[in-house]
């Protein structure tokens, strides 16, 4: 018996004009998370088979790749009723079941027995092999037979995949990444999607620690699990920082400081052909994410901006932060440059007369050109998950 993992596609099937590329992304980052693992794969335009001697180590690789809705474990036997059979028997015994029930589908029409009392026979073999029962609605266990040319393929445990959309199909954004609980969040939630990823941090020492920034690109390790290839880009902010603080009233440092973020997140974005920008505002959280304050900060960009998380409760976020790992990195107590010097009573609903006011009191064009001109950037490398914790 030769024993397959039949790679379900996720959700592929409302998305036909892309099949093509679906799966061709698809492959490409299943074999980079396979690199180094013994396999073949083959594929056609509705099913993957990946065969291994490692099926278990593969399992656990690819139930980290966005596009696979699930792994199925499959084995391969010869076309004829008693090995069929037998081999059935012999592969329940590593399963715990009750109740179950058996579908076949006889794809090859020259196999003589039709699918119905192939199913029939083949419960009548497991009912008086096992103690346990029939149940067509609601079985512990479907067993699936396929009869095809090339042999009988017989389903037993399906391994739920993550779903989404293979990393890569949209293109790739730029996520604001901070060291807080929201942008990585927001940045798995986009891989999800489709969309890559490179980060953008804005850093500013020395009110900012080399612990903070580690901290990121710690993070930025943490979700590169979904990705392979993530860039993070550090932004030296401190002088454009120091002289918002110098020039702009204390109630709108915060204002605008983000509205600066913006403007260097875009020239980024640009400079490296990167299709929007996503972060982690929420909204309502702060004082800068009320939704005049998104209006008059969001106005500085024309880029589309992304904010996976803006609908999202704080408890909702955090859930997802558990899940992925991000969260106990998220917590630790490092300063980030948002926080620091924060005002006692930030604007909530900012004039933008005002802000282009004190905006103009100093020349931030040769600042935010300066920040997006010495950006230093940490290419990372793919890392299987379980490596990182
Ligand atoms: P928290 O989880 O504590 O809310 P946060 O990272 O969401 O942290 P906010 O002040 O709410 O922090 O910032 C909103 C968004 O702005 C972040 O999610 C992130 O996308 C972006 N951002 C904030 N600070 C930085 C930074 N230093 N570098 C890059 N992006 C940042
Ligand atoms: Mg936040």
Same mark, same amino acid.
């Given at each position: 018996m030769e024993k397959l993992l039949l790679i379900k596609y996720g959700e592929l099937t409302t998305k036909k004009g892309n099949r093509k590329m679906f799966i061709k992304i698809l492959v490409r980052n299943i074999e980079a998370i396979l690199e180094g693992e013994d396999y073949t794969l083959h594929y056609d335009r509705v099913r993957m088979y990946i065969e291994s001697p490692n099926t278990t180590s593969i399992i656990e690789r690819l139930? +980290?790749? #966005?596009? =696979?809705h699930s792994i199925v474990e499959c084995f391969k036997v010869n076309t004829n009723m008693e090995e069929i059979a037998s081999s059935l028997v012999e592969l329940l015994k590593e399963v715990p079941f009750q109740t179950f029930k058996v579908e076949t589908k006889?794809?090859? +029409?020259? #196999?003589? =027995?039709p699918s119905m009392e192939c199913s029939r026979k083949l419960g009548g073999v497991i009912l008086k092999n096992y103690d346990c029962k029939v149940d067509?609605?609601?079985?512990d266990l479907t067993l699936k037979v396929e009869i095809r040319k090339e042999g009988t393929f017989l389903y037993i445990r399906e391994n739920p995949g993550i779903g989404g959309?293979?990393?890569?199909i949209q293109g790739k954004g730029l996520l604001m990444l901070?060291?807080?609980?929201d942008s990585p969040v927001a940045g798995y939630l986009s891989l999800k999607r489709g969309v890559d990823l490179e980060c953008l941090y804005f850093e500013s020492p020395p009110h900012t620690s080399l612990e903070a920034k580690n901290k990121v690109i710690q993070l930025a390790r943490i979700i590169n699990a979904y990705s392979g290839n993530i860039k993070v880009h550090i932004v030296p902010f401190t002088k454009l920082q120091e002289e918002i603080y110098k020039n702009v009233p204390e109630s709108y440092v915060i204002t605008i400081m983000r509205r600066m973020m913006y403007r260097i997140a875009e020239g980024v974005a640009n400079k490296r052909k990167l299709k929007v920008l996503l972060n982690g505002e929420s909204i309502g959280?702060?004082?800068?994410?009320?939704l005049d304050s998104m209006r008059v900060i969001n106005s500085v960009t024309n880029i589309p901006v992304i904010r996976?998380?803006?609908?999202?409760?704080k408890l909702e976020i955090i859930d997802i932060a558990k899940k992925i790992n991000t969260y106990e990195t998220s917590i630790l107590p490092y300063e980030d440059c948002c926080t620091i010097?924060?005002?006692k009573h930030p604007v909530i609903n900012p004039e933008l007369g005002k802000c282009i006011e004190y905006e103009n009191r100093f020349d931030y064009a040769s600042l935010v050109e300066e920040c997006i001109n010495h950006i230093e950037t940490i290419s990372l490398k793919k890392q299987i998950i379980d490596d990182l914790l």
């Open positions: 139930v +980290k790749v #966005f596009g =696979i006889r794809a090859d +029409k020259d #196999f003589p =027995i067509v609605h609601h079985p959309y293979p990393v890569g901070s060291g807080g609980i959280q702060v004082a800068s994410q009320t996976p998380v803006a609908c999202m409760d010097f924060l005002p």
